[in-house]
């Protein structure tokens, strides 16, 4: 495919695995890859510290507990998230043996919907970063990790959802109530949820060193051991930002600046370990970290042609460069990177001052032209996001 320039982030889509608006019910089959979501209507939320309004046509309900902007939504403390999130309740209940390999193996991504948003000028403000795009930075090509995959902290989430079923990458984070036996997943919002006043998807469940073997690559069949060697976890809480609930669509905008979620999770066969344990591994997650300090590596289960969803991928993407929709909201990291859908929600990780590695970003969008990747900057509202479901086990 020829090469985007960074002004063509205007055509920015949804990294991850969306389901067509055209796809069958969500026992059904997932929609063709040939299919489009369709454009979401305009957002009405202003970039100016104007009180929050809604897309038009969906209920007013959404605005209950929420500050008058989302300027103010910096400033919340626990008991205001325990408010918002008890009127949003995520309902998920277990299926016992719900997902089998033929589950996980259809669901398949649409493609990309059609731009509604146009990234702001490269006008940087003195000392900050908001509201600035950079040019697109230089393609990295996404590398096979080496398997096996037991031991670090990758995965991927599969859903339901109205018109079929997906699958998102993810990440197993550190509990800060927890030390040592994190039940808890990361990923993006719109993994978890659809967006613009709908509901959180059904079915969620991650799978840690999914398809560790090999078994199912090129197309295999592979029995749900060889694909789950460490369990299906299905979740049991799910929170996501108020922007993505309210704002969140098909393509890239504003609400991808807020685009992450966390999911507590559970094993279905109840072994009696934390994911955590189980695993092996789970990173902490870095707010508010200095982007000039920054060199990351993406990591994901690419979906969309070449790939094909089975593989372990990384892109070194070093140093990011920046992306914004919104001068109000934190400016979005940015790094070269062909990973195609799927890949979304995998993580994104750094080296900190003390040598550990952390979680720094998500996979949220990315150009048509698949050339690079664009993931929301973690600050304070992500901070409370965590630090909520963390104290609600």
């Known amino acids: 495919m020829p090469r985007i320039h960074r002004s063509a982030l205007a055509a920015a889509v949804v990294a991850g695995t969306l389901l067509a608006a055209s796809a069958c019910g969500p026992d059904g089959p997932a929609g063709d890859s040939g299919s489009t979501v369709a454009e979401p209507p305009p957002v009405s939320v202003s970039a100016s510290p104007a009180a929050i309004t809604l897309p038009s046509g969906l209920p007013s309900s959404l605005l209950e507990g929420l500050p008058r902007t989302w300027d103010d939504l910096k400033k919340w403390k626990f008991d205001d998230w325990d408010k918002w999130a008890s009127k949003h309740v995520f309902n998920n209940p277990v299926v016992k043996d719900f997902w089998d390999p033929d589950k996980m193996g259809d669901s398949t991504p649409a493609d990309p919907a059609p731009p509604t948003a146009k990234p702001s000028p490269a006008t940087p403000k003195p000392s900050t970063d908001e509201g600035v795009t950079d040019p697109e930075p230089p393609l990295v090509k996404a590398v096979a990790v080496p398997r096996p995959y037991t031991g670090q902290p990758s995965g991927k989430v599969f859903f339901s959802a109205k018109g079929g079923r997906g699958n998102c990458s993810a990440t197993v ?155 109000k909201r934190p400016t979005m990291l940015t790094i070269g990177c062909d990973m195609t859908q799927g890949s979304s929600g995998g993580g994104w990780f750094a080296t900190m001052p003390d040598g550990r590695t952390a979680l720094v970003s998500n996979t949220s969008i990315g150009t048509q032209g698949h050339t690079s990747l664009s993931g929301p900057y973690l600050e304070a509202v992500a901070r409370t996001a965590l630090d909520w479901i963390s104290h609600k086990q």
């Not at 927890?178 to 978890?192: E, I, M």
């Not at 799978?207 to 090129?218: E, H, I, L």
């Not at 694909?227 to 929170?239: D, I």
């Open 173 to 327: 984070i550190t509990d800060p109530q927890h030390p040592g036996k994190s039940n808890l997943v990361w990923t993006a919002g719109h993994c978890v949820h659809e967006g613009k006043g709908g509901g959180f998807y059904k079915d969620l469940v991650f799978v840690p060193a999914y398809n560790n073997s090999g078994a199912s690559t090129g197309g295999k069949r592979a029995p749900l051991s060889e694909l789950a060697p460490l369990g299906t976890w299905w979740a049991e809480q799910v929170t996501t930002s108020p922007q993505w609930m309210v704002e969140g669509g098909g393509s890239g905008d504003a609400a991808n600046q807020y685009d992450f979620a966390v999911m507590r999770v559970h094993n279905q066969g109840d072994t009696g370990k934390s994911l955590e344990e189980t695993v092996g591994s789970a990173v902490p997650v870095w707010f508010d970290a200095p982007r000039d300090q920054l060199k990351v590596a993406a990591v994901g289960y690419p979906l969309a042609k070449p790939f094909d969803g089975q593989e372990l991928y990384r892109c070194e993407g070093g140093r990011p460069t920046r992306l914004s929709f919104d001068a």
